[in-house]
């Protein structure tokens, strides 16, 4: 879903945790996540500079100065964005690749990144799973 950016990441997330519970629903989370991000670095790589160009010219000139400033410390800055809702993963995942985003920092960034957001959810939808009734959660 996240290769083609299609929303609805969140309710699986929801699901492995009530599903699979804290450990295997992170883990299966995050997996998935940084393989549905790679797979739209590796898209975007291949044909996806007009569409990025086109859609977010701002940001990503923007985008483009912050990676140039910060090269020396990428992996800490990319691990930054994936923590904050500075910029949407959507974008950091399309435009990485045009802006000379290394992809093992990328990935490692995305990898470890991902991990506070997954549990959250993950916890949200053990919670979910655990409920009784609509009238039994108030």
Known sequence: ??????????????????????????????????????????????????????????KLSFFQDQVAQRRERLLNFMRFLRLTPTLPNTFINAASPIVDVPYHIFFTATFIGLIPAAYITVRAGIALGELQSVGGSL
Request: net charge positive; hydrophobic share 55%; with cysteine.
């Open 1 to 58: 879903m996240q290769t083609f950016m299609i929303p609805g990441t969140v309710f699986m997330s929801l699901l492995a945790g009530a599903l699979f519970g804290v450990f295997k629903g992170v883990a299966l989370v995050v997996f998935t996540a940084t393989a549905g991000a790679s797979s739209c670095y590796f898209l975007s790589k291949l044909i996806g500079r007009p569409l990025v160009f086109s859609l977010w010219p701002d």
